[in-house]
């Protein structure tokens, strides 16, 4: 594994080391966020409307097993994932996620918060997003 280089050739050591991932495995996480995506907008939907409460259950399981399979995915190219801020950010999504579903939080809001963070670090620049943060 090397690092990018950024633009100049110089190595930027502030990007997290870069490993290969098979093309297969790319085009594979395309139809596998689709269905992230409509899990979770099922979900934020559930929560922010009562009239969808508790049939969730099968999108629950749908947004959660093809989340894993993209930080998978992610993790066969970013093999410092949970060092950069796509990293951390994804796990602190997981924990609020998890404080509102058990009731530590309120849901509606918890769950606004986290399309919102997952929003912002999904279409940040890629040099910010797979920034180092420690």
Do not use: C
């Not at 870069?18 to 085009?27: A, F, K, N, Y």
């Not at 950069?84 to 918060?113: D, N």
């Not at 963070?117 to 910010?128: M, N, T, Y």
């Amino acid at each position: 594994m090397q690092h990018r280089p950024a633009k100049g050739n110089d190595p930027d050591p502030k990007i997290g080391r870069i490993g290969e991932r098979p093309p297969w495995v790319r085009h594979l996480s395309l139809p596998i966020r689709a269905l992230h995506q409509l899990g979770a907008a099922v979900i934020l939907a559930a929560w922010l409307f009562d009239g969808l409460a508790g049939r969730t259950g099968a999108f629950l399981a749908l947004t959660l097993v093809s989340g894993g399979l993209l930080m998978a995915g992610d993790w066969m190219q970013h093999r410092q994932l949970w060092r950069e801020l796509v990293g951390v950010v994804t796990l602190l999504k997981i924990l609020v996620f998890g404080a509102a579903y058990h009731g530590f939080l309120p849901q509606g809001a918890a769950v606004v918060l986290v399309f919102l963070g997952a929003a912002v670090v999904a279409h940040a620049p890629r040099k910010i997003r797979h920034r180092l943060l420690f």
